[in-house]
């Protein structure tokens, strides 16, 4: 009987999952002179559907995932039919190395060192405003952190 509770409760978790997270609390970042309007990804359920089943996003706006603790983040686009780029950000809001990540796929993009943060943006939106790994993102969720 447990077993058919524990399958039951994870066939209601996954489709409860098929649609995308629109409504999450929001914060605006700041890279060199452009804004970035982003979601938080804070819980474990909010980061493990992350941008999941979005179709489009605005330019400028983003995912940020924040874990409780600096660790190697790798991330993968299963369920996700939007091109983009994950910034694997520092405590301090220093972006560690970018990855940019085919829809649709199961390939890991990991960061190269303990992070905290990452942002998820349109495929070449950091690169058509020249941010890469050693520029700096600010905003309320890195102060304190440095």
Request: net charge positive; glycine share 6%; charged share 20%.
């Amino acid at each position: 009987m447990t077993c058919a509770v524990l399958l039951t409760a994870s066939a209601v978790s996954a489709a409860a999952q098929d649609a995308p997270q629109m409504n999450l609390q929001r914060s605006t970042l700041s890279a060199g002179m452009h804004q970035i309007d982003a979601q938080l990804a804070m819980t474990p359920a909010q980061r493990q559907t992350g941008l999941m089943f979005r179709k489009d996003m605005p330019q400028g706006e983003g995912m940020l995932f924040i874990f409780e603790e600096p660790a190697k983040q790798c991330f993968w686009m299963k369920n996700t039919p939007l091109p983009l780029t994950a910034a694997f950000v520092a405590d301090d809001g220093t972006i560690v190395n970018l990855a940019d990540m085919k829809p649709q796929t199961t390939d890991s993009h990991c960061s190269d060192k303990p992070v905290r943060y990452v942002l998820e943006m349109n495929v070449g939106w950091f690169a058509k405003k020249g941010i890469k790994a050693g520029s700096r993102l600010r905003g309320a969720v890195f102060e304190g952190r440095k």
